[in-house]
């Protein structure tokens, strides 16, 4: 793996945490900002495996890429729980419309 | 060069994902860019994340969505974000090019790979991590009941 691969994966690293934050704040539906969260989650997981690989302890990091792959698909499943739920009882998934704090 | 097409095709895949007006589509592209995703890490000298996460991000968690989306609805309706788009972008680029000043200065050195089985460090070394996860797959668990459960509910209650 030369220098300019691994800047090319940072750079992708980067591109994805950049997407999925911007999907986080441009997105007003509940289920494509689990779909965002998502996306930055993927970029992160690739950033501690070339991190690990970079810094010559892959297995740690590996280990490491796990937990957080775990932790990311319980997030996936309780924020999708959450929106069901939300859409049952307010009859829409929309972020503004389920907000009580205005009202 | 396969290492840059995989991350143009997961750059794409990423960027139709936020784009895509119906929740299904983005749902699909969603499983298409973490399918890239094993595909780099798999390159990345990674093979046992890589198949988990072909596994569970482009399998089980496509599956969750797509119910998900059968259960809550596609609205295909847009709204207007919250946030103007030039004050997300210029965010975004804040943050980005912020991480890449601390960070790009410190990818010029590679250090030799030091080989150790997965296993050894899985078990032995990180086995509060494995007790997390233990804890994390059964609250997991509890979500799925919770997606399922109402269902069975509501089923009963139209009968």
Known sequence: ?????????????????????????MSRNLIKAV?????????VLVAMVLAGKLNSQLAVAQSMALTVLVADTIVAVLGLALAVQIRRHFGSLDTTEISTLRK | MLELIVIA???FCAVMAIRAQRLLTSAIYLAGCSAL???????????EIAVIELSVGAGLVTILFVFAINIAGDDPAQHPPILPKPMAWVLVLMA????????????????????EPLDDT???????????????IFAGVLGVLNLLGETTYDQEKHS
């Open chain 1, 1 to 25: 793996m030369t220098v300019s691969v691994a800047v090319a994966s940072v750079c992708a690293v980067f591109g994805l945490v950049g997407i999925g934050f911007y999907g986080l704040m």
């Open chain 1, 35 to 43: 779909v965002a969260l998502q996306i930055a989650v993927k970029g």
């Open chain 2, 9 to 11: 095709a997961m750059i």
């Open chain 2, 37 to 47: 995703v094993a595909l780099f890490l798999y390159q990345l000298g990674a093979p």
């Open chain 2, 96 to 115: 980005v090019v912020t991480a890449a000043t601390i960070l790009l200065p410190n990818y010029d050195t590679i250090l030799p790979l030091v080989s």
């Open chain 2, 122 to 136: 899985l078990w032995e070394k990180r086995t509060l991590d494995v007790i997390l996860q233990s804890v994390f």
